[in-house]
């Protein structure tokens, strides 16, 4: 830290009364040291940051930092002006300013000594030294950690009469466990402040508390005991939390870091408070696409399925919405409802079928969403917010040219990418502010919009065309390879992937649909409905082979399955997934093979049994899923039961359990 901050770096009678001022003051210093190359370009990065969330913090501290290219080397320095100035903290203005100044490539031991800069900060002994102080050199030494500030007075002992030593005390109760993670945009200064600031409220309040602070410097993930032992979790972030995931299934708060550091007491209340109502998150694998997005160290197919599933995962609403209200306006007002005048225009308030042309004009306009939505998202998944802009313009040109859903994975990606190669670009200091709100949007939808129009998309339209002209002409074993197929993927991850990127195939044929994607759309959500079923079917059959908990599984599978869930056979999955998915995968590619060669169709894409006046051939199709749902239950009770599993106890590595609670399971597809 010594090498961070000089006398030449303190300015004990700061003249400045604005933020602005005061970093320009401070950066000069740095700029007559060599350590800053360029004073307006620096400053620029500094009110950039600034932009981003005011770096004022309680009792009277602004910290104005960033990474910045003109920067040489990792810098400090403090200013201290007559007259406390804005930096946008709650309490008031400040009379502590330290600029910190890091090289846009600092490495992690530099940004390291900076965190705990962070840290000291929060400690009321340190903060008084530095207002009391009257020597610049002395004042570098004390920030730089070379000079410890004083002790408060400790007060005097009095003299008193010898005591007998107090009673053993009872055993302490066992304390109220919490893990949090902090981070901020720079991940310098804000990150370790919250986390330093968590950590004092909870020796305060008696909370035992573990914090995984997501720097710049990097992080150290928490041990997977110490979380799982956790009765809550805060988040104090304002970047994603990564490996958030983690964390899943515990009572959560979840918040901006600035919270963190000015009312860590509050948060701790808040995360007590829904522990004791049972409040927890969605499992694993359910949080913001952005959250789990591609990281650095993976590889590209696994961040192209992330980007996808980003895509998908926003568009499922708008398909369970739109294609719900369809299905009630066919159910109540019959397959012509579809040519039923605007109801803005006509509209009998007694009239049924002015009902039902409501309901199926209102989900037909959520349906029109469906591919901008996926590739705005797609393109949100791969460049955060700046994406979705080109996202969007690029999925309703797809619509517009007839490339459908094709078209829309298209126009997301190379939204994405067009807006991840623009930020790569450097530009000058007078274009940084304006980039997010201006140039990148203009830039990257004219980019995207000249590619769909002229370029890809024309070609993207006649594969989409020969596709739909394919599904309308399948029969015979064509039709019935596929549904093998679509079954097979459906029950493969039980609501993964595979299975997400079958049900999208089959949510893009009814877009525009005709006979072959109806027969799609059924066979896709009978299959996805055998995993569970035959699960709950195994439980009742052979119960014996299964534990306490799984047979209470088996209950609440009965109405998982029949409502479309695949996610319903997870937990019988997680236990056994050797003898489980196998077994799943058969049933659904004999439920898809049935359903095609039967010519069921579909209507609606989702609801399961519940929409089974909307199904072509109903009597058929729930054959169809019968046939599944009994190959499934037979396979995997004969695989369990070759396994020695006659006694009621777990599957390898899953201890039994007495609990009769289902663990709960995400609603999705």
């Known amino acids: 830290m010594s090498d961070m901050i000089t006398a030449d770096l303190v300015d004990l009678d700061l003249a400045a009364q604005t933020k602005e001022a005061a970093a320009r003051s401070l950066a000069e210093r740095m700029v007559a040291l060599g350590r800053v190359t360029d004073l307006d370009g620096f400053l620029a990065d500094v009110a950039a940051r600034e932009a981003q969330m005011p770096t004022g913090l309680d009792g009277g501290i602004g910290i104005p930092h960033c990474r910045s290219e003109h920067v040489t080397e990792p810098t400090l320095a403090f200013g201290r002006p007559a007259e406390g100035i804005d930096f946008g903290a709650p309490d008031g203005p400040a009379d502590l300013i330290f600029l910190i100044a890091a090289p846009a490539g600092a490495d992690d031991a530099h940004l390291t000594i900076l965190s705990a800069l962070a840290r000291r900060l929060m400690d009321p002994d340190f903060t008084a030294a530095l207002r009391a102080a009257t020597d610049p050199v002395a004042t570098a030494s004390l920030i730089s950690g070379d000079t410890a500030p004083p002790a408060a007075p400790e007060p005097a002992a009095t003299a008193t009469a010898e005591e007998p030593p107090p009673a053993a005390a009872p055993a302490a109760p066992v304390p109220f466990r919490v893990v949090a993670v902090t981070s901020c945009p720079t991940g310098i200064a804000h990150t370790y402040m919250a986390a330093e600031a968590l950590e004092q409220a909870g020796q305060a309040e008696g909370v035992e508390i573990v914090v995984e602070p997501q720097g710049s410097a990097g992080f150290t993930r928490l041990d997977p005991a110490v979380i799982a032992a956790a009765d809550g979790v805060i988040f104090a972030h304002d970047v994603p939390v ?77 398909v369970a919405a739109g294609g719900l209200l369809i299905a009630l306006g066919f159910a109540i007002g019959g397959y012509t409802i579809d040519k039923a005048p605007s109801v803005a225009e006509h509209f009998v308030w007694t009239d049924s079928t002015s009902w039902a042309a409501l309901l199926f004009q209102v989900g037909g306009l959520a349906f029109s969403f469906l591919v901008p939505v996926l590739a705005g998202y797609i393109a949100y998944g791969m460049a955060d917010r700046p994406g979705l802009v080109p996202g969007f313009v690029g999925g309703s040109i797809a619509l517009t040219i007839n490339a459908g859903f094709l078209g829309g994975l298209a126009a997301g990606l190379i939204a994405g990418g067009t807006v991840m190669a623009i930020q790569r670009v450097r530009v000058p200091a007078a274009l940084r502010g304006i980039m997010p709100v201006v140039v990148i949007p203009l830039i990257s939808s004219a980019v995207v919009g000249f590619l769909m129009f ?71 959500m009978a299959a996805g409905m055998v995993p569970p079923l035959a699960m709950a079917l195994a439980t009742v059959v052979r119960g014996g082979l299964f534990n306490r908990t799984e047979r209470e599984n088996g209950k609440a599978a009965w109405v998982l399955g029949s409502s479309f869930i695949t996610e319903g056979a997870i937990p019988f999955a997680a236990a056994d997934p050797l003898r489980v998915i196998p077994s799943a995968m058969a049933g659904g590619a004999v439920t898809g093979a049935l359903s095609m060669l039967f010519e069921c169709t579909l209507r609606a894409p989702h609801g399961g049994i519940f929409v089974l006046p909307l199904i072509g051939n109903p009597v058929l199709y729930l054959i169809a899923i019968l046939a599944g749902t009994a190959v499934s239950a037979a396979l995997v009770i004969l695989l369990k039961g070759m396994g020695g599993r006659g006694d009621g106890k777990a599957v390898e590595g899953t201890p039994a359990t007495e609990s009769g609670t289902a663990p709960k399971v995400p609603a999705t597809v």
Request: include cysteine.
């Open 454 to 524: 002229l370029v890809v998309g024309k070609p993207i339209a006649e594969l989409q065309k020969a596709l739909t002209d394919w599904l309308s002409g399948l029969s015979g074993a064509n039709a019935v390879i596929l549904g093998v197929v679509l079954g097979l993927m459906m029950c493969f991850d039980l609501g993964g992937p595979l299975n997400k990127v079958a049900y999208a195939f089959a949510v893009g044929g009814l877009a525009n649909p005709n006979d072959g994607s109806l027969k799609v759309m059924a066979a896709v």
């Open 242 to 318: 990564r490996e958030k995931e983690r964390f899943a299934g515990k009572p959560t708060v979840d918040v901006g870091v600035k919270a963190g550091i000015n009312r860590p007491a509050e948060l701790l209340a808040e995360v007590r408070d829904k522990a004791a109502r049972g409040e927890t998150t969605a499992p694993a694998g359910t949080g913001s696409p952005v959250d789990e997005a591609g990281g650095p160290g993976e590889g590209y197919g696994t961040k192209l399925r992330k980007w996808l599933m980003s895509g998908v995962s926003y568009m499922v609403p708008f």
